[in-house]
């Protein structure tokens, strides 16, 4: 049903759902091929558009490694296979997708061929997956050290304000001194975000309590609830 559907098939995705185990192999083999090749017919960008979300509600490890390969095509594949709003997707979709390796996600936000409208959300999906401790805190420290130092993408590309923004979610006071040095340097692109907004979510995130979630609410980060 989902295959041929033409308007949202919202029973077959509740079937999805409750059968994944059955389900999830196709869904998975066709994102797998539409990473690898242009998708030709109807039936499998269906599979793609509507599998992706349903595989990341359910919280399918198995999704990562081909949803990790498809964030590398062009914009204009991923606004065809994941919609218009992809942007605004795409950090939830990872969350969910997330099977525990963080490297990979290291390697794609590090990967300057890779999309700028992708690198700057996953960065705010890696900082929601460190405060939740699915991705231990000394090894997001390090990776965010080192993008510092490295800088694999060059100044200006709005990853280095997703950048920003995982810093300013959490909270972690060495790292201003290297967000204000990248704002006075140029790599950050104030048309997307300015450095006295930093400064206060920065500090807000600094004064929240352990267990307190609301700015990732307000960002747009977590699971997704409503598939």
Same mark, same amino acid.
């Given at each position: 049903?989902?295959?041929?559907?033409?308007?949202?098939?919202?029973?077959?995705?509740?079937?999805?759902?409750?059968?994944?185990?059955?389900?999830?192999?196709?869904?998975?083999?066709?994102i797998?091929?539409?990473?690898e090749a242009?998708?030709?017919?109807?039936?499998?960008?269906?599979?793609?558009y509507?599998?992706?979300?349903?595989?990341?509600?359910?919280?399918?490890? /198995?999704?990562? @490694?081909? &949803?990790?390969? $498809?964030? +590398?095509? #062009?914009d204009? !594949?991923?606004?065809?296979? %994941?919609?218009g709003?992809f942007i605004?997707?795409?950090?939830?979709?990872?969350?969910?997708?997330?099977?525990g390796?963080?490297?990979?996600?290291?390697?794609?936000?590090?990967?300057?061929?890779a999309?700028?409208?992708?690198?700057?959300p996953l960065? /705010?999906?890696? @900082?929601? &997956?460190?405060? $939740?401790? +699915?991705? #231990?805190?000394? !090894?997001?420290?390090?990776? %965010?050290?080192?993008?510092?130092?490295?800088?694999?993408i060059?100044?200006?590309?709005?990853?280095?304000n997703?950048?920003?923004?995982?810093?300013?979610?959490?909270g972690?006071?060495?790292?201003?001194p290297?967000?204000?040095?990248?704002y006075?340097?140029g790599?950050l692109?104030t048309?997307?975000?300015?450095? +006295?907004?930093?400064?206060?979510?920065?500090?807000?995130?600094?004064?929240?309590a352990?267990?307190?979630?609301?700015?990732?609410?307000?960002?747009?980060?977590?699971?997704?609830?409503?598939v």
């Amino acid at each position: 049903e989902i295959a041929t559907a033409e308007d949202v098939p919202h029973e077959a995705i509740l079937a999805c759902m409750r059968t994944l185990p059955e389900v999830a192999p196709e869904l998975l083999a066709a994102i797998a091929r539409a990473a690898e090749a242009p998708i030709t017919s109807q039936i499998d960008l269906n599979l793609v558009y509507y599998g992706v979300p349903i595989l990341s509600a359910a919280r399918e490890p /198995g999704l990562q @490694a081909p &949803l990790l390969r $498809l964030l +590398r095509l #062009p914009d204009d !594949t991923l606004e065809e296979l %994941l919609g218009g709003e992809f942007i605004t997707t795409v950090p939830q979709i990872a969350i969910g997708a997330f099977d525990g390796d963080a490297q990979a996600l290291f390697d794609l936000l590090c990967d300057a061929d890779a999309s700028e409208y992708v690198r700057m959300p996953l960065f /705010g999906t890696v @900082a929601y &997956l460190t405060w $939740l401790g +699915r991705i #231990p805190p000394e !090894t997001t420290r390090t990776f %965010l050290h080192r993008f510092d130092t490295d800088r694999p993408i060059p100044a200006g590309d709005i990853g280095w304000n997703g950048w920003e923004t995982a810093i300013e979610l959490l909270g972690w006071q060495e790292f201003a001194p290297l967000v204000e040095a990248a704002y006075a340097d140029g790599r950050l692109d104030t048309g997307v975000s300015e450095l +006295r907004l930093f400064r206060q979510g920065f500090a807000a995130a600094a004064a929240a309590a352990p267990d307190d979630h609301s700015r990732f609410e307000e960002a747009g980060y977590g699971y997704i609830e409503g598939v």
